[in-house]
């Protein structure tokens, strides 16, 4: 099946920091990507909704300002977290869906951020 | 909200066949039930997905009730790599509509 990657697989920073995490569909073009995240022992949760060369969707009581989703291309997205806080810690999880007929969605490995 | 409820956790023994169950009542009539499982710290792997026909494929297979409200993921050999958290899902096979997760059934697989 088709790969998604995401880069870094984990990652750590101090308090006011602000971390970028990219998202990269390696062998398919992605007009849509989706980012998740995943609190411990929590299911996944879709924070927004990304079309390429578009702004993103955001899902209600995730804030825009602090989660940056840029969809330059069809192979990347990328999700910033600004200003991190201790509570941003979780694992984040972004998945494309293929530019075909079928609308597949795939979806990457993770992101574990903490934030100190 | 998530369209399914599953058990929240099962256990199977190790070679034996595991019988996941999923109901989704208010199913409708464009809708897949889709399966997924996560490992424990890794991204959501697909497993299988069917509209109303059984499926199987090399992973496991799927039994979808004639009246389409519930279903089965069976791994007919479960092995100790296979303890994760199973989701099912429903969803239209349509441009524009994402996953939504439910909580899951975790399998422990157990020697």
């Known amino acids: 099946g088709a790969v998604v990657s995401q880069h870094p697989s984990r990652v750590i920073c101090k308090s006011g920091t602000s971390v970028k995490i990219e998202c990269r569909s390696l062998d398919f073009q992605a007009t849509t990507m989706f980012w998740y995240r995943q609190f411990p022992k929590k299911s996944l949760m879709l924070m927004a909704t990304s079309n390429e060369g578009s702004k993103a969707t955001y899902e209600q009581g995730v804030e825009k300002d602090k989660f940056l989703i840029n969809h330059a291309s069809l192979t990347l997205s990328t999700l910033t977290v600004t200003s991190a806080h201790p509570e941003d810690s979780s694992f984040y999880i972004c998945s494309a869906r293929e530019t075909s007929a079928h609308y597949e969605q795939y979806f990457g490995p993770g992101t574990r951020l903490t934030v100190t | ?111």
């Open chain 2, 1 to 111: 909200d998530a369209k399914t409820t599953q058990p929240t956790s099962m256990d199977c023994a190790e070679g034996r066949a595991a019988n996941l169950p999923c109901n989704h009542s208010t199913i409708s009539g464009n809708e897949y039930v889709y399966w997924y499982r996560q490992i424990h710290s890794q991204g959501p792997q697909y497993i299988i997905h069917g509209l109303k026909n059984n499926e199987t494929n090399e992973m496991a297979s799927l039994i979808i009730t004639e009246d389409r409200k519930s279903s089965t993921l069976i791994l007919p050999h479960a092995t100790l790599r296979d303890t994760a958290v199973y989701y099912c899902i429903v969803r239209p096979n349509n441009y524009g509509q994402n996953f939504v997760f439910g909580p899951g059934t975790r399998l422990s697989v157990l020697p």
